[in-house]
């Protein structure tokens, strides 16, 4: 069995949206924030899924860095070509998005 399938849609849902508001506070410029969403997490579900949580993140900022250390960076046509998938994912928003 799917692990997705293993939990009712509407839980899923409720994590996803938590997940998403501790991604997007851990990465904002907001100290407070982050640390409201680390509170939120632990509340809502547990240390163990604030470590998962802060683990992945903390992994592509990782690679990020990794592959900016290396000179790795996105082709111009390449960038041109994922503009209208950024601009719906709203992946411009980002700070890290400067680079």
Not at 14 to 41: H, K, T, Y
Not at 54 to 78: H, I, K
């Amino acid at each position: 069995m799917m692990l997705r399938a293993s939990i009712p849609a509407d839980e899923s849902d409720s994590r996803r949206a938590m997940l998403e508001a501790f991604v997007a506070a851990v990465v904002g410029d907001d100290p407070d924030a982050a640390d409201a969403a680390r509170a939120m997490l632990v509340d809502q579900l547990g240390p163990e899924w604030l470590v998962d949580a802060a683990a992945v993140v903390a992994n592509f900022e990782m690679m990020t860095r990794l592959a900016d250390g290396t000179g790795a960076r996105l082709l111009p046509q390449r960038i041109e070509q994922a503009a209208a998938l950024r601009a719906e994912l709203g992946l411009d928003q980002f700070p890290s998005a400067r680079h």
